[in-house]
């Protein structure tokens, strides 16, 4: 597909997602969820999940290195695929194409799709669940939190975060095979 006919068809996404999309983000004018979801897009910027992965041996000993090690590495081929995919893509984040989507947090990229954010959230709860299912008490919500954030603060439409998600499941499906 030619870049005109990609264009074509995120800017039919953006029409359509702008509802939802706009209705998330009216939660970011409340200061108590704007500041728990800012918070939650923080930690997922990488810091909960670097400490995740070096805390995981000190906690687990020999069983979690591993685990932490392949974190790693699916963290690092994450990465790589969401860089690709948005500069494929090049879908401009919600608050630059929509006035009425207030950013409620500052991004740390041009592009929207995917997130990158949900992605790892994601990736890295799977894995760590699947080996250590206790921390889930802990991860599930903060990943949910992390990936509702993004579109609440205006830095992502849904199908981002869905996106996201996707490519997070797969390579947490492929983290936990190794």
Request: charged share 15%; proline share 6%; with cysteine.
């Given at each position: 597909?030619?870049?005109?006919g990609?264009?074509t068809?995120?800017?039919?996404f ?10 998330l ?5 409340f200061?108590v ?5 800012q ?5 997922g ?11 995981l ?14 974190m ?31 950013r409620?947090?500052?991004p740390l990229?041009?592009y929207s799709?995917p ?15 699947a080996?250590?299912?206790?921390l ?24 981002d975060?869905?996106?996201?998600a ?5 390579l ?7």
């Amino acid at each position: 597909m030619k870049a005109t006919g990609i264009n074509t068809v995120i800017a039919r996404f953006d029409a359509a997602e702008y509802g939802l999309c706009r209705r998330l983000n009216r939660g970011a004018s409340f200061a108590v969820p704007r500041r728990v979801f800012q918070i939650a897009s923080r930690l997922g910027d990488g810091l909960a999940w670097y400490a995740l992965i070096l805390v995981l041996p000190l906690i687990y000993g020999r069983p979690a290195v591993k685990p932490a090690i392949v974190m790693a590495l699916t963290g690092a081929l994450g990465v790589l695929v969401y860089a690709l995919l948005k500069r494929m893509f090049v879908r401009e984040r919600p608050f630059i194409t929509h006035a009425a989507i207030d950013r409620a947090a500052a991004p740390l990229d041009r592009y929207s799709f995917p997130s990158g954010h949900t992605l790892h959230a994601v990736s890295f709860t799977w894995q760590a669940c699947a080996h250590f299912p206790e921390l889930a008490w802990v991860l599930v919500p903060l990943a949910a939190l992390i990936a509702g954030s993004r579109v609440v603060l205006g830095l992502h439409y849904p199908s981002d975060v869905v996106a996201g998600a996707a490519i997070g499941a797969a390579l947490a499906a492929l983290g936990t095979s190794l």
